[in-house]
């Protein structure tokens, strides 16, 4: 019999406790992540290249060159080096620009890889469980970081509420598309406060910004119980950026910065990398959040 509704969807709240039952136990060995998103997630990987191993679990580039907005890791490094029980395979398709759709929320370059090209990449190369990633449904986690862009590219824009529903519609038919292929847990990342930025902070438009990011995260809650309704075997955790976030730049000294607004781009002096991106001690916490909101079950 399938878990209950509510049992199959693990929140982590701004209060920080989760609402339901935990996820299925974790299973023993190897675990596979899948992970799709934008520059608050891309290394670099590419699928034609070295895949994840023990000696560098998140394939290529190697760890000391990954091409990131941090400055060294982004939360699924953290997530397969540090906070991992087990060996943990990170596939990182998550590219920077990406939206969910190009045709629904352009990228600043038609060329960037939407999630739904990042979803087709692993439907080619990983769904058939290849020799390299012989993955099970107990053994994978399919995580998603989506929606800086999407909210960016459309909240000072008219039909910006249609548009990002129309969005939000996409995002969740790409999850089917996951669903159909096998994957069977799922780990979403809500939007982060991009307004606390120090590109966005101060600026006259930022409550039209506030206001997007409400509305995409209000609705990342009521679509997922849509989704369990006609995906009755999968499990969804959804992980709150906004309060490890809020927590980091509330103590920046705490996390080895002077302040809640510089920027370096070494990644760890400053809790900015640049005025957009977070640097390595942002990115660490947010993979404690999904770590935690997941323990006992993948991590």
């Known amino acids: 019999m399938a878990p209950s509704m509510f049992a199959r969807i693990l929140p982590l709240l701004l209060i920080s406790r989760a609402l339901s039952a935990p996820l299925p136990a974790a299973v023993n060995g ?10 608050y997630t891309s290394t670099g990987f590419s699928i034609t290249g070295a895949k994840p191993s023990a000696a560098n679990p998140l394939g290529n580039p190697s760890l000391n060159k990954l091409n990131t907005m941090s400055g060294g890791l982004t939360w699924p490094g953290f997530l397969a080096t540090q906070f991992n029980t087990s060996l943990t395979y990170a596939y990182v398709f998550a590219v920077a620009g990406a939206t969910v759709d190009n045709s629904i929320v352009p990228a600043y370059s038609s060329s960037v890889p939407s999630i739904s090209d990042q979803v087709k ?4 190369n990983l ?20 929606g800086v862009n999407d909210v960016g590219n459309s909240y000072s824009q008219s039909g910006e509420e249609a548009r990002l529903n129309k969005d939000l519609d996409r995002y969740f038919a790409l999850l089917g598309t996951l669903y159909t ?16 930025t120090p590109q966005m902070k101060g600026q006259s438009n930022v409550a039209s910004l506030v206001s997007a990011i409400t ?34 730049i509330a103590d920046p000294k705490s996390y080895g910065a002077p302040d809640a607004t510089c920027v370096n781009a ?3 002096s400053c809790l900015w990398y640049n005025s957009y991106h ?15 909101a997941l323990k006992g079950s993948f991590f």
């Open 30 to 39: 190897t675990k596979y992540l899948f992970v799709f998103g934008d520059s």
């Open 266 to 268: 070494n990644g760890k």
């Open 121 to 124: 990449t692993w439907t080619t």
């Open 215 to 248: 509305l995409w995260n209000s609705q990342l809650l009521t679509r997922v119980t849509a989704f369990l309704t006609s995906s009755p075997e999968a499990n969804i955790t959804l992980v709150d950026t906004q309060e490890p976030w809020n927590t980091v």
């Open 181 to 196: 292929g096998g994957i069977r847990n799922f780990a979403l990342l809500n939007i982060p406060p991009t307004q606390k």
């Open 127 to 146: 769904q058939s469980r290849p020799s390299y990633a012989p993955w099970t449904a107990e053994d994978a986690l399919a995580a998603v970081w989506i």
């Open 278 to 292: 977070p640097g390595q001690a942002i990115h660490k916490v947010v993979a404690q959040a999904v770590a935690s």
